[in-house]
């Protein structure tokens, strides 16, 4: 990817909040360079949130798959890192230690070493305003 094309991508902030009907939501996404291993900042966090539905007729279930690149502001390298976001508030990918697809539930992500996020419920009283469309 050319420096170009990148600053053309929307901001992977952009995307977040990514809310489920449950109540669920994830409020962020970040990478860390693989380089310096600090976070990139959101700005220069670009990439790509697509939908993925599976499930049957009873239900159908959204999983979102970020793809994010970081454009690392003291090394200047981009890092890549795609993931699915489940509804159940676990993460899927690839491991950046092991290379081996794996899973993990969102409060350990600080763990790994390419990204943290801070999953949010809604209080029940905001479950009822957006069931009721109210902002
Ligand atoms: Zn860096």
């Known amino acids: 990817m050319t420096y170009e094309e990148f600053w053309k991508l929307p901001t992977i902030k952009s995307y977040f909040p990514l809310n489920y009907a449950s109540g669920n939501n994830w409020v962020s996404f970040k990478v ?23 499930g049957n007729y009873r239900k159908v279930n959204i999983d979102y798959e970020v793809v994010a690149h970081g454009l ?11 993931y699915i976001l489940h509804e159940d508030m676990t993460m899927s990918g690839r491991d950046p230690d092991t290379g081996k697809m794996n899973r993990w539930k969102a409060r350990q992500e600080d763990k790994t070493s390419v990204l943290f ?9 905001k479950k009822l305003l957006k069931w009721f469309g109210i902002k």
Request: with cysteine.
């Open 32 to 54: 860390k360079c693989h380089q310096c291993g600090k976070f990139v900042s959101n700005h220069r966090t670009r990439g790509v949130v697509t939908s993925l539905f599976n």
């Open 72 to 82: 690392c502001h003291a090394c200047d390298v981009i890092t890549t890192a795609k």
């Open 117 to 125: 996020m801070k999953p949010q419920k809604l209080m029940w009283w």
